[in-house]
């Protein structure tokens, strides 16, 4: 089953927790691409350090106060692609962040693999036809820890148990 609108619209940690597990859906001319979500991490609001929203609204992070369900992709250190989901309310800035999929362990790896680059950002996952996530009934049993890559954070955040990762 397609997620929609409504899976997308709760509170970040909530939708990161359970985006473990489901199914990353891209469509090609050369045929379908699916991956399993291994990691994700969430990033949330104009108070947490790590969050692009940290310092408000700008033309780069205006996408995280857009509607649950927008998918926000930007360009790391110039050359890596990353996915994140804008998840709860509008004008709320806070997105899941796609850290890992079965056999793609980063966040760069999988985008690479989808072919998923800045033509992407802003579009609603919730209505694309080639991109889109999957919940096929499987179950997993998830831990947390860290973020990662997030030493300009403050220690509070940074300490954050933020990340979910499927257990093996």
């Not at 399993?36 to 104009?46: L, M």
């Amino acid at each position: 089953m397609r997620l929609s609108y409504s899976f997308f619209n709760r509170p970040c940690l909530e939708v990161s927790k359970e985006l473990v597990g489901k199914i990353l859906v891209r469509k090609t001319e050369n045929g379908e691409i699916r991956l399993r979500i291994t990691e994700t991490e969430s990033y949330i609001g104009e108070s947490d350090t790590a969050c692009h929203a940290h310092k408000g609204k700008t033309k780069r992070t205006e996408v995280m106060y857009m509607r649950a369900g927008t998918i926000y992709v930007y360009l790391c250190y110039g050359i890596h692609w990353l996915l994140n989901i804008v998840t709860g309310e509008e004008d709320n800035p806070q997105a899941v962040l796609i850290r890992a999929c079965e056999d793609y362990p980063g966040p760069a790896k999988l985008t690479k693999k989808l072919m998923i680059t800045g033509e992407f950002n802003r579009k609603d996952i919730t209505a694309c036809e080639d991109f889109y996530i999957e919940d096929d009934g499987y179950r997993c049993e998830i831990v947390t820890d860290k973020r990662v890559g997030i030493a300009y954070a403050s220690e509070e955040d940074q300490e954050k148990l933020w990340r979910f990762i499927m257990k093996s």
